[in-house]
């Protein structure tokens, strides 16, 4: 089977971005017995990887990005500040919400519509069976003009209006209405662009029920995740004491406000009680203002590592308080393949699965997030219980052959009914 997967992230192993990380270990499976082309793009910093890449895929388009995500985060950031950046925010997702009345989804950037010209160009010499769109707003963006192309599948990484949705209802003032009118666009322009697939594929169970019960007429599946699982005995791995591990890019805003609420809320909480306790930042993009705010405490910023299994054989815990993203979480997917006890929120959880008590502890509060840290750092034994059903879960529950065979099964399906 000849599949092309377009993605806006180049997919390689210990890939910064978790779902490029999750797709590349998917695609290194699927490759063993079907042809795979790659059409991508990537930040420009990346290119020595692309050598990486193409010894395994196909790689027929790859185009740079105009400017690395940290940047042009950081540049949204400074641009406007307070009322006008909510009034701004406000008017363009006002214009955004009439567009998709034209069929328009999303702005697409010259970068892009270079990307899209270059891709459609693959398709006619490759000619592939299944059209693989990764992400959601790569859907908004390409799957109208590429559904007469084949048959085209997307990949909803994370269903977009479900953090828009949070966002929405934990603003406040003039930002609300701001937010609420972001959620209504983004709501309208992802599950009008998804008509355009042939089938959508959520990354979890959960995700795919909020895309059932949005859009009844959609067809809508599940693609389990996949992840490397390291061969080791949990019980005779050597963790250091007190260890705190938090790992995300430090740039991206939900990442930041987890951190926020760690260093601010929690850990105080957590320091009167155990002092020695230190946590542990490893993610790019610390800001020199953040630097200084958690000077003299005891954290320890690492920055971004592309070997985090040295930090996740370490850690004594592992902690993830994310309160609005969704999806697969693949920090928490992560800790937990390497037997890392962990703490986490429920939303970051409500992908993954794992469950409370036996694979994961749970804590939605800064009061029971503490608890729940200082619970593992005074239990070694029950470090050691969670430690290895985690990594029970997750070799089971994430396992690369059999995600693969699934979904080879249901572009089967798909190909018949075409």
Not at 146 to 161: C, M, Q
Not at 189 to 199: D, G, I, S, T, W
Request: glycine share 6%; hydrophobic share 50%.
């Amino acid at each position: 089977m000849k599949i092309l997967v377009i993605t806006p992230y180049l997919p390689y192993a210990n890939a910064p971005h978790g779902g490029s990380a999750i797709l590349f270990t998917l695609l290194r499976e699927l490759v063993q017995s079907h042809q795979i082309f790659l059409a991508t793009m990537y930040e420009p910093d990346e290119v020595a990887k692309l050598d990486e890449v193409k010894t395994l895929f196909e790689l027929i388009c790859a185009v740079p990005k105009r400017e690395s995500a940290l940047v042009a985060i950081q540049a949204r950031r400074s641009s406007l500040g307070g009322y006008l950046k909510t009034l701004r925010t406000l008017l363009v997702s006002a214009a955004q919400y009439a567009a998709t009345f034209f069929g328009i989804y999303a702005r697409a950037y010259p970068d892009q519509k270079a990307f899209l010209q270059r891709t459609v160009q693959a398709i006619a010499a490759v000619q592939p069976d299944i059209i693989q769109i990764e992400y959601g707003y790569f859907c908004r963006l390409f799957a109208r003009r590429l559904a007469p192309y084949g048959v085209t599948v997307g990949v909803a990484h994370d269903v977009e209006f479900k953090p828009a949705l949070r966002m929405a209802l934990a603003a406040k003032g003039l930002d609300r209405l701001a937010a609420w009118m972001r959620y209504a666009f983004i709501r309208r322009a992802e599950l009008k662009a998804y008509r355009y697939v042939r089938k959508v594929y959520a990354l979890s169970a959960f995700d795919a029920k909020l895309l059932r019960d949005a859009a009844p007429s959609l067809s809508v599946g599940v693609r389990r995740s996949s992840v490397d699982t390291p061969s080791f005995d949990v019980r005779t791995c050597h963790r250091e004491n007190n260890m705190i591990l938090f790992v995300g890019a430090l740039y991206r805003p939900e990442n930041l406000s987890a951190v926020h609420f760690l260093i601010r809320e929690v850990m105080p909480i957590v320091w009167e009680k155990v002092p020695q306790a230190h946590v542990h930042l490893v993610g790019a993009g610390a800001s020199h203002d953040f630097l200084q705010q958690v000077q003299g405490l005891p954290v320890v910023v690492h920055g971004y590592q592309e070997r985090l299994a040295d930090f996740y054989m370490r850690a004594t815990l592992a902690v993830v308080p994310l309160f609005v993203g969704g999806g697969i979480i693949v920090k928490l997917l992560d800790a937990l393949a390497y037997g890392v006890p962990t703490v986490a929120s429920s939303i970051a959880n409500e992908g993954v699965g794992a469950m409370p008590e036996r694979d994961i502890l749970i804590a939605d509060d800064a009061m029971t997030f503490a608890q729940q840290i200082l619970f593992l750092l005074h239990s070694p034994e029950r470090r050691t219980l969670l430690s290895e059903h985690a990594y029970a879960f997750v070799r089971q529950a994430f396992n690369a052959q059999e995600s693969a065979a699934q979904l080879i099964a249901d572009y089967a399906a798909l190909l018949v009914k075409s």
